[in-house]
């Protein structure tokens, strides 16, 4: 759901004991346990893993009894209304969806009252198509709709904000949960400029409450539903502030880094307070700090941060619990291993405690929602290898029924078994990584290593579902996850560690933990490629261009090779006096005072030295690394002699790619590792080279 109030996990007031003994049995096993042979276990085809999630959108009822969902088969896709009471369920069509002729996208569903939901959805029609020498590319209209509908489908009701554009009537901002006839929504009007209506979800006709410029990304709303805050930028752009609300003026609070997902913002709107004119924030220590990101709580009418009100003192807080029905704070939630959610009062630490319990190790659990007075929880409980399992918590009878999977076609027991691996660097940095092993192995096999650094990077690998981890174990490979230094999640010092440290640290700390995988009989050291995509694809560009004896073969996806390239990409999109830039020179290093250790640790400088078979994939359309860092790192190669295989993917950026190019990019790599890093031991002659002309693959993107 699209609304800026919802958190990761939203859990109303608990129970004051754990879970007791008369719950019913975990349907899937967990994931710590180490796998035994058995019988041979069929891999799920790259259809399977591609696919889009059978159930998906869950919510509750206000009142707990009425569970909606929407459920797809194949193209269609339907919304499900079950009384939980009863267990008679109703089915509303949605329509149909496809990549190659368009359809209907089920964005969120929220329930207004027992009787009424809310559901947004995108429509992609096919518009035109232009033709070329290697067939047709289509064009598509997105256009987003929310309409109010029954809970028996009887009426259904389009919301429509006043004067927006036909196509694009508004984008729900607060749906007053106090106020059940209204919501407020945002709307672009014939200028541009991002305007609030109060829309009648009977009606679906709405009134016009405030007005905003072209300058206007969003707004924030306190509890009440009134509007305290906006984001808005400046300078074209190359400055994001957040402003609070003065009477009928906007004054700045602060300035925020440009919203891009390759780093952290320093603050984080987690969502309203139980007090009018205050929000949680998720705040990042002052640089250098060694403390970790803690909740705090800001005050928009003195525009004043109050101290930190949740904290933990290794992790950085990743979201809230919040009270269903008061929004007051009960706790916040992190990432050790698996995702965890701390409360402040003890009985309630004890509920979750239980349910995690329930459920097994490795298995992270979030409360997605439940009815306002907290007696039912529907609970959503994923894995490394399970992408969700639905189950509704009974308070009073603390029963946690099984209500079904996410993604059915890729059950646990076909997937990869995850576990951590803690180890100490070359200068003593103890570290942690994950590795997947094969499903159905023997406890001493050594089956072929990928090694898979994680992009960023500011970001950091977790105990959870990862596509293409799942997909190499699937077909006999072990993965190894590394958390260098230079991760987010752990402090801010710990990412700052990573600082000007491309190529030289935080490469170290992924090369320490496989020679500690090596050491400690894991991996076989004949046996091993890297693989990675963003920052990842660098330091496997690094990886292979440093470590040759290390590595058999290379896959590095839409990863830069020159950094000093890099660096005025940066500088000509954000501004030399932007924040944008001023982080990446911070991350990588001053194009002007560092230009030689900037260079020496780009892939493309290392080309004629470059022994390691090559599979590079970029999207053509990559507007956060530009496609030009493959093609040049791929020409250099060529201009070497070297073996190199680049596929170009047309029209696709640098990640959420269509499921038919996501479909080519792992048959890509299940290809290219089958010639290079077989998973039968036995050797495989090398003849001839891998074509260097870049394989174009046209396909459309979904929204």
Same mark, same amino acid.
């Given at each position: 759901?699209?609304?800026?109030?919802?958190?990761?996990?939203?859990?109303?007031?608990?129970?004051?004991?754990?879970?007791?003994?008369?719950?019913?049995?975990?349907?899937?096993?967990?994931?710590?346990?180490?796998?035994?042979?058995?019988?041979?276990?069929?891999?799920?085809?790259?259809?399977?893993?591609?696919?889009?999630?059978?159930?998906?959108?869950?919510?509750?009822?206000?009142?707990?009894?009425?569970?909606?969902?929407?459920?797809?088969?194949?193209?269609?896709?339907?919304?499900?209304?079950?009384?939980?009471?009863?267990?008679?369920?109703?089915?509303?069509?949605?329509?149909?969806?496809?990549?190659?002729?368009?359809?209907?996208?089920?964005?969120?569903?929220?329930?207004?009252?027992?009787?009424?939901?809310?559901?947004?959805?995108?429509?992609?029609?096919?518009?035109?198509?232009?033709?070329?020498?290697?067939?047709?590319?289509?064009?598509?209209?997105?256009?987003?709709?929310?309409?109010?509908?029954?809970?028996?489908?009887?009426?259904?009701?389009?919301?429509?904000?006043?004067?927006?554009?036909?196509?694009?009537?508004?984008?729900?901002?607060?749906?007053?949960?106090?106020?059940?006839?209204? %919501?407020?929504?945002?709307? =672009?009007? +014939?200028?541009?400029? *991002?305007?609030?209506? @109060? &829309?009648?979800? #009977? $009606?679906? !006709?709405?009134?016009?409450?405030?007005?905003?410029?072209?300058?206007?990304?969003?707004?924030?709303?306190?509890?009440?539903?009134?509007?305290?805050?906006?984001?808005?930028?400046?300078?074209?752009?190359?400055?994001?502030?957040?402003?609070?609300?003065?009477?009928?003026?906007?004054?700045? %609070?602060?300035?925020?880094? =440009?919203? +891009?997902?390759?780093? *952290?913002?320093?603050? @984080? &709107?987690?969502? #309203? $307070?139980? !007090?009018?004119?205050?929000?949680?924030?998720?705040?990042?220590?002052?640089?250098?700090?060694?403390?970790?990101?803690?909740?705090?709580?800001?005050?928009?009418?003195?525009?004043?941060?109050?101290?930190?009100?949740?904290?933990?003192?290794?992790?950085?807080?990743?979201?809230?619990?919040?009270?269903?029905?008061?929004?007051?704070?009960?706790?916040?939630?992190?990432?050790?291993?698996?995702?965890?959610?701390?409360?402040?009062?003890?009985?309630?630490?004890?509920?979750?405690?239980?349910?995690?319990?329930?459920?097994?190790?490795?298995?992270?659990?979030?409360?997605?929602?439940?009815?306002?007075?907290?007696?039912?929880?529907?609970?959503?409980?994923?894995?490394?290898?399970?992408?969700?399992?639905?189950?509704?918590?009974?308070?009073?009878?603390?029963?946690?029924?099984?209500?079904?999977?996410?993604?059915?076609?890729?059950?646990?027991?076909?997937?990869?078994?995850?576990?951590?691996?803690?180890?100490?660097?070359?200068?003593?940095?103890?570290?942690?990584?994950?590795?997947?092993?094969?499903?159905?192995?023997?406890?001493?096999?050594?089956?072929?290593?990928?090694?898979?650094?994680?992009?960023?990077?500011?970001?950091?690998?977790?105990?959870?579902?990862?596509?293409?981890?799942?997909?190499?174990?699937?077909?006999?490979?072990?993965?190894?996850?590394?958390?260098?230094?230079?991760?987010?999640?752990?402090?801010?010092?710990?990412?700052?560690?990573?600082?000007?440290?491309?190529?030289?640290?935080?490469?170290?700390?992924?090369?320490?933990?496989?020679?500690?995988?090596?050491?400690?009989?894991?991996?076989?050291?004949?046996?091993?490629?890297?693989?990675?995509?963003?920052?990842?694809?660098?330091?496997?560009?690094?990886?292979?261009?440093?470590?040759?004896?290390?590595?058999?073969?290379?896959?590095?996806?839409?990863?830069?090779?020159?950094?000093?390239?890099?660096?005025?990409?940066?500088?000509?999109?954000?501004?030399?006096?932007?924040?944008?830039?001023?982080?990446?020179?911070?991350?990588?290093?001053?194009?002007?005072?560092?230009?030689?250790?900037?260079?020496?640790?780009?892939?493309?400088?290392?080309?004629?030295?470059?022994?390691?078979?090559?599979?590079?994939?970029?999207?053509?359309?990559?507007?956060?690394?530009?496609?030009?860092?493959?093609?040049?790192?791929?020409?250099?190669?060529?201009?070497?002699?070297?073996?190199?295989?680049?596929?170009?993917?047309?029209?696709?950026?640098?990640?959420?790619?269509?499921?038919?190019?996501?479909?080519?990019?792992?048959?890509?790599?299940?290809?290219?590792?089958?010639?290079?890093?077989?998973?039968?031991?036995?050797?495989?002659?090398?003849?001839?080279?891998?074509?260097?002309?870049?394989?174009?693959?046209?396909?459309?993107?979904?929204?």
């Amino acid at each position: 759901m699209k609304v800026w109030r919802v958190c990761v996990a939203v859990i109303g007031w608990l129970a004051a004991s754990a879970i007791g003994p008369g719950m019913v049995a975990a349907q899937t096993p967990p994931i710590s346990a180490q796998a035994t042979p058995g019988p041979a276990i069929t891999p799920p085809a790259i259809e399977d893993f591609i696919a889009p999630a059978f159930r998906s959108h869950a919510s509750l009822s206000p009142s707990g009894r009425y569970l909606i969902w929407v459920l797809r088969a194949g193209k269609n896709s339907v919304i499900e209304v079950r009384d939980t009471e009863t267990g008679t369920s109703q089915r509303i069509s949605v329509g149909s969806s496809s990549e190659e002729m368009g359809g209907i996208f089920v964005n969120w569903i929220a329930w207004k009252t027992d009787d009424l939901f809310l559901v947004s959805t995108t429509q992609l029609d096919l518009i035109r198509a232009r033709h070329r020498e290697d067939g047709a590319v289509r064009g598509y209209r997105f256009g987003h709709l929310v309409q109010a509908v029954s809970r028996d489908g009887a009426t259904l009701t389009r919301l429509a904000a006043p004067g927006a554009v036909d196509y694009s009537p508004g984008q729900v901002l607060d749906m007053l949960r106090g106020d059940p006839q209204h %919501v407020l929504m945002t709307y =672009r009007n +014939d200028t541009g400029g *991002l305007n609030i209506a @109060r &829309v009648d979800v #009977a $009606t679906g !006709q709405g009134v016009r409450i405030l007005s905003g410029d072209q300058r206007v990304r969003s707004y924030i709303t306190d509890t009440s539903g009134e509007v305290v805050g906006r984001i808005a930028v400046r300078g074209g752009g190359r400055a994001v502030l957040m402003e609070a609300r003065v009477g009928e003026a906007w004054e700045e %609070v602060y300035r925020l880094r =440009r919203d +891009d997902i390759r780093e *952290l913002s320093d603050y @984080r &709107v987690l969502g #309203a $307070t139980d !007090q009018p004119g205050k929000v949680f924030v998720a705040v990042q220590p002052e640089e250098g700090a060694t403390t970790t990101a803690g909740v705090h709580i800001f005050d928009f009418a003195t525009r004043t941060m109050g101290p930190v009100v949740w904290g933990n003192a290794t992790y950085d807080v990743a979201g809230i619990v919040q009270d269903a029905d008061t929004l007051a704070l009960m706790g916040g939630c992190y990432w050790d291993d698996i995702y965890r959610c701390d409360f402040l009062d003890r009985s309630d630490n004890a509920v979750m405690s239980g349910i995690r319990t329930f459920l097994g190790p490795g298995w992270s659990a979030s409360v997605v929602s439940q009815a306002r007075d907290g007696s039912r929880w529907l609970v959503r409980a994923w894995a490394a290898n399970s992408l969700g399992e639905y189950y509704l918590f009974d308070l009073g009878a603390r029963r946690m029924t099984p209500l079904g999977t996410a993604y059915p076609r890729l059950r646990p027991e076909r997937l990869g078994v995850m576990q951590r691996i803690d180890y100490a660097t070359r200068d003593g940095q103890p570290l942690f990584g994950y590795l997947t092993r094969p499903p159905g192995i023997a406890n001493d096999a050594r089956p072929p290593l990928v090694v898979m650094p994680h992009g960023g990077p500011e970001v950091r690998d977790t105990m959870t579902y990862d596509l293409w981890v799942q997909f190499l174990a699937s077909r006999g490979y072990q993965v190894f996850q590394p958390n260098f230094r230079g991760s987010s999640g752990l402090g801010r010092a710990f990412a700052e560690a990573g600082h000007r440290q491309w190529g030289l640290r935080m490469q170290d700390d992924v090369t320490d933990g496989v020679q500690d995988l090596i050491a400690q009989g894991l991996a076989d050291p004949s046996r091993i490629c890297v693989m990675g995509a963003s920052y990842g694809g660098y330091a496997a560009l690094q990886s292979g261009a440093t470590q040759t004896d290390l590595y058999r073969c290379v896959i590095a996806i839409s990863g830069p090779s020159d950094l000093m390239a890099m660096l005025r990409h940066e500088r000509s999109e954000g501004g030399e006096d932007s924040d944008r830039y001023e982080y990446w020179v911070k991350s990588i290093g001053d194009p002007r005072a560092d230009r030689t250790a900037i260079e020496a640790a780009s892939p493309l400088r290392r080309a004629a030295d470059w022994r390691l078979p090559i599979l590079l994939i970029h999207g053509d359309a990559d507007d956060i690394v530009p496609v030009e860092q493959s093609r040049e790192m791929d020409r250099a190669l060529r201009r070497a002699g070297k073996e190199v295989r680049f596929v170009e993917l047309e029209d696709e950026g640098h990640n959420n790619w269509s499921s038919k190019v996501e479909a080519q990019v792992l048959n890509e790599i299940e290809t290219f590792l089958a010639r290079h890093l077989p998973t039968d031991p036995a050797p495989q002659a090398q003849t001839g080279s891998v074509a260097t002309d870049a394989a174009r693959a046209v396909a459309s993107s979904p929204p």
